[in-house]
């Protein structure tokens, strides 16, 4: 067991888990894409989104850490890295501490947007939003995380809300298409948690936390890892093409060979998510899953710089 000092500088960095911060990350890259493709891209109102995105994760990670530990989730037969409360490298009065910290640090810097825009009332509840969901994912009276909607919540506020929020704030509007390549965001972000409860869907099971693994079975969560970057490289193709068409003057699409091109920017992240799928299928099961973890981060970094590069180039 590594050892690491009680309520050390490690041991907060341990705790905010930052192979997952690339979920932070992703939707604010492809965001600030959208505005740049509509000639707005402006890098304070950029930075202060992805400071943001960045802590509220992080506080997201440390509840998780928190509650977990008290729910009794974390216990020796745990199959993931180890949990910074479970393990005694912060106590749970600190991690109550860091995590008000954390999330008054976030709403501060969020609301340093508001001298950047006019949509004032949207952003506030957004960022209301958010924080409320870092709370509700696995605490409160109806934990998502524990029902089987955790998925759903990943690409709600990992995927539609930062990227549309992102483009919001830089350009004033979310085009339909932003709209549509945020739901592919969030899927491919979700990966990262298919990976997570299919690794624990046995512990999961003996705790009562019912994610859809456990309800629906592992053949399913194979199958379900699988989909959730097929289809988000379907919309990333389909979002790209979109953007490079033009309109014949009878309103017939028309696909050149360069639209089509462009499209295929996405085909590096699909083939990565095939061969971690493929890797997932040949462990199926145990700790050496957790490999998987940074392979589903970078994928979904991949699908943040392809689908970028294909709107903007």
Known sequence: MEQVE??????????????????????????????????SFKAVPAIICLLFAVLMQTAANLINDLIDYKKGTDGEERLGPMRA?????????????????????????????????????????????????????????Y??????????AVV???GIVPVC??????????????????????????????????????????????????????????RF?????????LIGFLVILYVHTQFSDYYVLRYDIYSKVKAMFVLPYLILHIKTWKKLCEIREGKALNVLIGQSSRNML????TTSLGILL
């Open 6 to 39: 009680t309520n050390s500088i490690k041991a907060w960095l341990l705790a905010s888990r930052p192979k997952t911060l690339a979920a932070a990350v992703t939707p604010v890259v492809v965001g600030c894409a959208l505005a740049t493709h509509l000639n």
């Open 85 to 141: 409360t479970a393990q005694g490298w912060i106590t749970p009065s600190a991690m109550k501490k860091g995590i008000a910290a954390v999330v008054a640090t976030a709403c501060l810097i969020g609301l340093s947007i508001l001298f950047f825009t006019d949509r004032h009332w949207e952003l506030i509840g957004t960022g209301l939003a958010c924080v409320v969901f870092a709370y509700l994912y696995t605490s409160g009276p």
């Open 143 to 152: 934990p998502l995380s524990y029902n089987g909607w955790g998925d759903v």
């Open 156 to 158: 709600i506020f990992f």
């Open 165 to 222: 929020m992102t483009c919001l704030v830089q350009a004033n509007e979310c085009p339909l298409y932003g709209v549509a390549l945020s739901v592919g965001v969030g899927l491919a972000i979700n990966s990262l948690l298919v990976v997570n409860n299919y690794r624990d869907r046995d512990t999961d099971a003996a705790t009562g936390k019912r994610t859809i693994i456990v309800k629906f079975g592992e053949p399913f969560g194979r």
């Open 225 to 233: 890892y699988l989909l959730n970057g097929e289809v988000a490289a």
């Open 302 to 305: 991949v699908y943040a710089l």
